[in-house]
């Protein structure tokens, strides 16, 4: 077979534009979306609903009437509260979202009591730890939060339990309502010109620390992650773990409960504080070893505790909580009308958007792809998966594909072209065609692990313009046979090539020919012997088949030699006439893929 260089030469160009509405309810092959309406960034459509059908919302825990309302306006609401992990289980079948706050725990057992209804899990707050979110990727279901709305809420928790905590609140408190009067035994300690040290500079963290300052705290912070320029802004200086721990008076625990977090205060790090330390919590239980605090506590290393998390919740028969240098508070940090009422809202949305098929800017488990990049991706995404599922029908049946190569082509450096979406977008076309699953950009680099598909990404620098974020993307598949020899490379990989011409996806090469045509509907390819008269004869058994040929183009070595027709097909041709392509003298092989 020849295998040069070739030239391509173009017999008809129909474009026919998909369109891409934001309202589009859903085909099986995913397309990104930039809403015309909204400006929403959307990625690629996960959910398929039937036009007038409402997707069906559990929320399972008490949300903020705004955000059911808001719910309501797009979706079936249940409002179901305090359900058995058996219960959640059984109902999750039928739902396509859940709501949930910090007290249900989204287990790995939810996901696959699913059955692949549950495209998205909303946490109407900032913790994701209730979350299984390794399963949720598996299982393809996108994760969103709402970080922000009960910020100033927590901030705000952490400092009335630090001044409560200070001044004997709680216990005087308890001790008046109890009809005693214990003037002594109730006297605080001052906070002014005290070391705070605020343990997670983040937005709790650093909201606690400005008004910290104004209680006229010195206030010093341990975060391995902060920008020392948000510290200084505020006026308190970033120290290591040791230095924070060991200078302050009084330590306020704002981090995410991680493996790196978990159990941080511990005996070892308590023997570290400054006799007399006073401890607040209202970030995770777990980020405090609760037996080593009741030791310390004992000892008096730690004066005292607020606490408003803990390990297990509602916390059974502990002797932290019941210990009277101990105030705790049943999880209160985001219990404010105005925190409950924002973070309502704020999922609702998040939900909303993501089941509408956007790409929620507070997505967990997916790659956040900043709204221009998506909008100047669109048509290469759309690319992306076309020129993976036309590869994978390209291959023999009975070899499995394994080791996939992509090329981009661009102008652009290394560090302005982020790939991840064109990837996911490529496996979903490689994988779907052969299987039942169902990627996403959530699942897509899961799926391919599994499945034992090794997607290499490599740049091909061109001098163009970098105004184009890519010239090409090539998709190679190696190791494999292919049902149609012509699109095998020199050196045997199944190869195609495609650009985006108009915003209409084409593929421009297939294996060592180059080829024009539009993406879009089926296509047939053919290898023949170049001749006069192949275009018509080929063409009028098509229309004699009522065939609609939405472009054809021809890729050829030499004259005379080899060529590649790439016939495009609006509608899909009967066996008979495929089989009367083939049986034309000159055909040497030809295939029909979907796309
Ligand atoms: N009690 C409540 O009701 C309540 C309300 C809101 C938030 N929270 C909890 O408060 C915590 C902070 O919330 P946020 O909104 O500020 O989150 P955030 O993500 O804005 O901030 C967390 C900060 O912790 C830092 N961090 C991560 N690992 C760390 C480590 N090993 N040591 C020190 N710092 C580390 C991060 O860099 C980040 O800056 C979370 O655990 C959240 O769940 C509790
Ligand atoms: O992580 C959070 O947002 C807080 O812990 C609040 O949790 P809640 O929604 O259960 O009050």
Same mark, same amino acid.
């Given at each position: 077979?020849?295998?040069?260089?070739?030239?391509?030469?173009?017999?008809?160009?129909?474009?026919?534009?998909?369109?891409? +509405?934001?309202?589009?309810?859903?085909?099986?092959?995913?397309?990104?979306?930039?809403?015309?309406?909204?400006?929403? &960034?959307?990625?690629?459509?996960?959910?398929?609903?039937?036009? !007038?059908?409402?997707?069906?919302?559990?929320?399972? /825990?008490?949300?903020?009437?705004?955000?059911?309302?808001?719910?309501?306006?797009?979706?079936?609401?249940?409002?179901?509260?305090?359900?058995?992990?058996?219960?959640? $289980?059984?109902?999750?079948?039928? $739902?396509?979202?859940?709501?949930?706050?910090?007290?249900?725990?989204?287990? *790995?057992?939810?996901? /696959? +009591?699913? !059955?692949?209804?549950?495209?998205?899990?909303?946490?109407?707050?900032?913790?994701?730890?209730?979350?299984?979110?390794?399963?949720?990727?598996?299982?393809?279901?996108?994760?969103?939060?709402?970080?922000?709305?009960?910020?100033?809420?927590?901030?705000?928790?952490?400092?009335?339990?630090?001044?409560?905590?200070?001044?004997?609140?709680? #216990?005087?408190?308890?001790?008046?309502?109890?009809?005693?009067?214990?003037?002594?035994?109730?006297?605080?300690?001052?906070?002014?010109?005290?070391?705070?040290?605020?343990? @997670?500079?983040?937005?709790?963290?650093?909201?606690?620390?400005? &008004?910290?300052?104004?209680?006229?705290?010195?206030?010093?912070?341990?975060?391995?992650?902060?920008?020392?320029?948000?510290?200084?802004?505020?006026?308190?200086?970033?120290?290591?773990?040791?230095?924070?721990?060991?200078?302050?008076?009084?330590?306020?625990?704002?981090?995410?409960?991680?493996?790196?977090?978990?159990?941080?205060?511990?005996?070892?790090?308590?023997?570290?504080?400054?006799?007399?330390?006073?401890?607040?919590?209202?970030? *995770? !239980? @777990?980020?405090?070893?609760?037996?080593?605090?009741?030791?310390?506590?004992?000892?008096?290393?730690?004066?005292?505790?607020?606490?408003?998390?803990?390990?297990?919740?509602?916390?059974?028969?502990?002797?932290?909580? #019941?210990?009277?240098?101990?105030?705790?508070?049943?999880? %209160?940090?985001?219990?404010?009308?105005?925190?409950?009422? !924002?973070?309502?809202? /704020?999922?609702?949305?998040?939900?909303?958007?993501? %089941?509408?098929?956007? %790409?929620?800017?507070?997505?967990?488990?997916?790659?956040?792809?900043?709204?221009?990049? =998506?909008?100047?991706?669109?048509?290469?995404?759309?690319?992306?998966?076309?020129?993976?599922?036309?590869?994978? #029908?390209?291959?023999?049946?009975?070899?499995?594909?394994?080791?996939?190569?992509?090329?981009?082509?661009?102008?652009?450096?290394?560090?302005?072209?982020?790939?991840?979406?064109?990837?996911?977008?490529?496996?979903?076309?490689?994988?779907?065609?052969?299987?039942?699953?169902?990627?996403?950009?959530?699942?897509?680099?899961?799926?391919?692990?599994?499945?034992? =598909?090794?997607?290499?990404?490599? *740049?091909?620098?061109?001098?163009?313009?970098?105004?184009?974020? %890519?010239?090409?993307?090539?998709?190679?598949?190696?190791?494999?046979?292919?049902?149609?020899?012509?699109?095998?490379?020199?050196?045997?990989?199944?190869?195609?090539?495609?650009?985006?011409?108009?915003?209409?996806?084409?593929?421009?090469?297939? @294996?060592?020919?180059?080829?024009?045509?539009?993406?879009?509907?089926?296509?047939?390819?053919?290898?023949?012997?170049?001749?006069?008269?192949?275009? @018509?004869?080929?063409?009028?058994?098509?229309?004699?088949?009522?065939?609609?040929? +939405?472009?054809?183009?021809?890729? *050829?070595?030499?004259?005379?030699?080899?060529?590649?027709?790439?016939?495009?097909?609006?509608?899909?041709?009967?066996?008979?006439?495929?089989?009367?392509?083939?049986?034309?003298?000159?055909?040497?092989?030809?295939?029909?893929?979907?796309?």
């Amino acid at each position: 077979m020849a295998a040069s260089a070739s030239s391509a030469i173009n017999l008809s160009i129909k474009p026919s534009h998909t369109s891409l +509405s934001w309202q589009t309810h859903l085909s099986s092959t995913s397309a990104l979306a930039v809403s015309p309406l909204s400006g929403h &960034r959307q990625y690629p459509r996960f959910v398929i609903y039937a036009v !007038g059908d409402k997707p069906t919302v559990l929320v399972a /825990e008490k949300l903020g009437e705004a955000g059911v309302n808001l719910l309501k306006e797009f979706a079936d609401v249940d409002c179901s509260y305090n359900l058995t992990p058996e219960e959640l $289980c059984n109902k999750i079948s039928l $739902c396509d979202a859940l709501i949930v706050r910090s007290g249900t725990k989204v287990s *790995r057992e939810v996901f /696959e +009591s699913s !059955g692949g209804r549950l495209k998205v899990v909303g946490r109407a707050g900032v913790g994701i730890d209730n979350v299984d979110l390794a399963a949720a990727t598996e299982h393809g279901c996108l994760v969103v939060n709402a970080p922000t709305a009960n910020t100033v809420a927590a901030a705000e928790h952490g400092i009335a339990l630090l001044t409560a905590m200070a001044r004997n609140v709680a #216990q005087a408190d308890a001790s008046v309502k109890a009809g005693k009067w214990l003037r002594n035994k109730y006297v605080g300690v001052s906070l002014v010109g005290k070391t705070l040290a605020v343990m @997670g500079f983040g937005k709790v963290g650093s909201e606690v620390a400005r &008004r910290a300052k104004g209680l006229g705290m010195h206030v010093i912070a341990h975060d391995p992650y902060a920008p020392a320029d948000r510290a200084r802004a505020i006026g308190v200086e970033l120290v290591s773990f040791d230095k924070a721990i060991s200078s302050a008076d009084f330590i306020s625990l704002h981090m995410p409960l991680t493996p790196a977090t978990n159990k941080v205060l511990n005996d070892e790090t308590f023997s570290k504080m400054k006799k007399g330390v006073r401890i607040v919590n209202v970030a *995770r !239980g @777990g980020v405090i070893d609760e037996d080593a605090l009741v030791r310390a506590l004992d000892a008096g290393i730690v004066a005292q505790a607020a606490l408003d998390v803990f390990t297990v919740e509602p916390p059974k028969d502990s002797k932290l909580v #019941q210990h009277e240098n101990v105030t705790a508070t049943p999880h %209160l940090g985001a219990s404010t009308m105005e925190a409950q009422e !924002g973070v309502a809202i /704020e999922i609702a949305e998040a939900v909303v958007g993501a %089941l509408n098929g956007e %790409l929620a800017a507070t997505a967990v488990n997916a790659p956040m792809v900043p709204a221009e990049v =998506l909008s100047e991706l669109k048509p290469f995404v759309a690319l992306a998966e076309k020129l993976g599922r036309l590869a994978v #029908q390209l291959v023999a049946g009975g070899s499995g594909v394994k080791s996939v190569k992509v090329t981009y082509g661009s102008a652009r450096g290394p560090d302005d072209l982020d790939t991840r979406l064109l990837r996911a977008m490529i496996t979903k076309g490689l994988i779907e065609p052969i299987s039942s699953s169902f990627v996403n950009l959530v699942n897509a680099d899961f799926t391919a692990k599994q499945r034992g =598909l090794r997607i290499a990404e490599q *740049r091909s620098l061109l001098n163009g313009s970098p105004e184009s974020p %890519l010239e090409f993307i090539q998709v190679q598949i190696s190791s494999v046979e292919s049902k149609f020899a012509s699109a095998l490379s020199d050196s045997g990989e199944i190869r195609v090539e495609g650009r985006v011409k108009d915003g209409i996806p084409h593929l421009t090469k297939v @294996g060592s020919f180059e080829v024009d045509v539009s993406l879009e509907g089926s296509i047939i390819l053919c290898r023949q012997v170049d001749q006069p008269g192949m275009i @018509g004869k080929v063409g009028s058994i098509l229309s004699e088949g009522n065939v609609n040929v +939405s472009f054809m183009s021809v890729g *050829r070595v030499a004259p005379r030699k080899h060529a590649v027709m790439a016939i495009g097909v609006d509608d899909q041709p009967s066996k008979e006439i495929l089989k009367r392509i083939g049986d034309i003298p000159a055909v040497e092989e030809f295939v029909y893929l979907k796309i």
